[in-house]
């Protein structure tokens, strides 16, 4: 199994910066798509970014301009750099890491961290 574990949450005001990290226990972390998902209180667990591994970049258009993904694949790594944050960008943030194969799906997720966006 692939181990995740994120890191990087916290209380911020709106309009500051936030860099959330997911460290990775594989090796092989290169062949995973990465992505990054929120949970908003009482809300269903939507995408925010993703980056496949060949480094293609894909974001939630409230995201846009806004956050940035990468990741470092000698450090086995996956970042999100969220500036110019806003109070609806409040919620748990989880690390997930995905690869199919012609058979099966490996879908793998994070403990998750809290981001808080308040004045």
């Known amino acids: 199994q692939v181990q995740l574990v994120e890191s990087g949450g916290g209380l911020v005001q709106p309009g500051g910066s936030l860099r959330l990290s997911c460290a990775a226990s594989?090796?092989?972390?290169?062949?995973?798509?990465m992505g990054w998902y929120r949970q908003g209180p009482g809300e269903k667990r939507e995408l925010v970014a993703d980056?496949?591994?060949?480094?293609?970049?894909n974001y939630a258009d409230s995201v846009k301009g806004r956050f940035t993904i990468s990741r470092d694949n000698a450090k086995t790594t996956v970042y999100l750099q969220m500036n110019s944050l806003k109070p609806e960008d409040t919620g748990v943030y989880y690390c997930?890491?995905?690869?199919?194969?012609?058979?099966?799906?490996?879908?793998?997720w994070g403990q998750g961290t809290q981001v808080t966006v308040s004045s």
């Open positions: 594989r090796s092989i972390f290169s062949i995973y798509d």
């Open positions: 980056i496949t591994s060949g480094g293609t970049t």
């Open positions: 997930n890491a995905r690869y199919y194969s012609s058979t099966y799906l490996h879908n793998y």
